[in-house]
DNA sequence: TGACACCAATCTGTGCAGGCATAAAAATAA
DNA sequence: TTATTTTTATGCCTGCACAGATTGGTGTCA
């Protein structure tokens, strides 16, 4: 993934600062760093420019590159997400995106009823039935990847450029689901109903039944994977204190 | 606010590609910039570093700095909600960051009635009862500031950092709604009265409660301000076309 | 003696200038 | 059409000067 220099340290450090190998709070010289990772200067520069505004550190002068602490990171950010996923902060990280979606979720459907373009519409409906098709068949491989282009196009469909930015994260979160093995042998009869009456509902242009369906479709959701994070710790960040 | 030559270059930019002063498609070269700008190609290059985790340029050897389009955007990094804020996307930037506090503050209430440690339901209750005296008074300066801090303080108290992470451009949608006189002469009674009934279910953990009031908060805050967009165009991004 | 203000040394990121290597588009040849 | 060469802009490296922040010392005054 990493093809350029550039990438690689920023790939290198992110993930370390993430973790925890390199403590929040640290110094880091840009000097040392040339050596330890043999780049030049530039390379540097620019990975700590870009580290810099993930907010996992702030290089000044004469002090060189601090280690931020976590309530600084940037949760948006895409490295940072990725990240954490990959690190023992996989449940809470888990966690916040999955509230996130409960909540983003019906409103996007919600909306998609209400403005979605016609291909789209046509598009939610083709992925519902094949959903239904691959799912009662019990193929649970491509049920995975028709359920995460689902959630994506309602989240696309509902015209808000910050619903539809979700959709790589959230189709993380259903990826990771399969994997830890959180799903049924096959989907459940119910799952299958709500996304068709979801992208009935879009289709139809009947906003409070796609909220309603997806509504359901989520409180499921959240069943079935709260037990997860029940012990990770919460992050208390307040804005006013952060500064 | 931009004291290093480096955050100039950002600056000037990224305004200019997000105002479409710089079209989407337009080729830059470095050589160019560092002769326009006179800066050197260590700012330059870092700039442009920057400008490219915020999804506004694509450098590629032997072709140059590639202004991309906004579906490329990243929705969620601070500088292009400043920029988009300051241009004629303003309406479009409200749209979005409304639709999703509508359906990430309810959650955040539920959460925070549920998990918020008792410094912040102690301060929430102080700033409700603040809201409520100087809102009855009638001085909108000091209850904007007072608002904010009360949205800012439940979605820190959900411990979810995604949602913390949303109280500053929050905060800046409503400053902007009382610059623009959208905020009537002194705050509903109704408003008073939601807000504090969040702040107690909040203090005595009943998060049903919580969603509910603050539903009511959300859905007042959406008739009062969605006419500001009505007009405005929706992207739909389609994330498997985006690449 | 001790507290405090001021100044100089020092350290590290910031910015500048120029060089070579390399990849990818474009032009040319097969 | 396909293969090869040429072109050219970014990627990467290095040496140098500067700016700003920390540190320690110096001197003054109480």
């Known amino acids: 993934m990493a093809t350029s220099l ?17 403590p929040r709070g640290s110094i ?15 390379v540097i520069r620019e990975a700590v420019r870009v580290l ?3 907010g996992l550190v702030n290089s000044t002068k004469r002090v060189g590159i601090r280690v931020l602490s976590a309530e600084h990171w940037n949760p948006y950010d895409d490295h ?27 409103m996007a459907a919600e909306l998609a009823a209400e403005v979605a373009p016609e291909d789209m519409r046509k598009e939610l409906m083709l992925i519902s039935a094949q959903m239904n098709h691959y799912g009662r068949q019990g193929d649970l491989r491509r049920f995975l990847e028709l359920d995460i282009r689902f959630h994506a196009l309602v989240l696309a469909a509902s015209g808000n450029e910050m619903f539809a930015n979700l959709s790589t994260p959230i189709g993380a979160i259903l990826r990771g689901r399969t994997e830890l093995g959180l799903m049924p042998e096959r989907p459940h009869e119910e799952a299958l109903l709500w996304h068709q009456s979801v992208a009935d509902a879009i289709s139809n242009s009947d906003p409070a039944a796609a ?9 499921r959701t959240h069943n079935e994977i709260s037990s997860l994070w029940e012990n990770e710790p919460r992050l208390f960040v307040d804005p006013a204190k952060t500064s």
């Not at 880091?28 to 530039?42: F, G, N, P, T, Y």
């Not at 996989?90 to 979720?105: D, H, P, W, Y």
């Not at 909220?211 to 409180?219: A, Q, T, V």
């Open 80 to 106: 940072v997400i990725r990240w954490r996923l990959a690190s023992d902060q996989k449940g809470a990280q888990l966690r916040s995106l999955t509230e996130l979606r409960i909540s983003v979720e019906p």
């Open 52 to 54: 810099a505004q993930c």
């Open 211 to 219: 909220r309603r369906n997806m509504e359901s479709i989520m409180r």
């Open 28 to 42: 880091i010289l840009a000097a040392d760093l040339e050596q330890k990772l043999q780049v030049s200067r530039s």
């Open 6 to 22: 550039h990438a690689h340290v920023v790939e290198h450090l992110g993930s370390r600062i993430v973790s925890g190998q390199i």
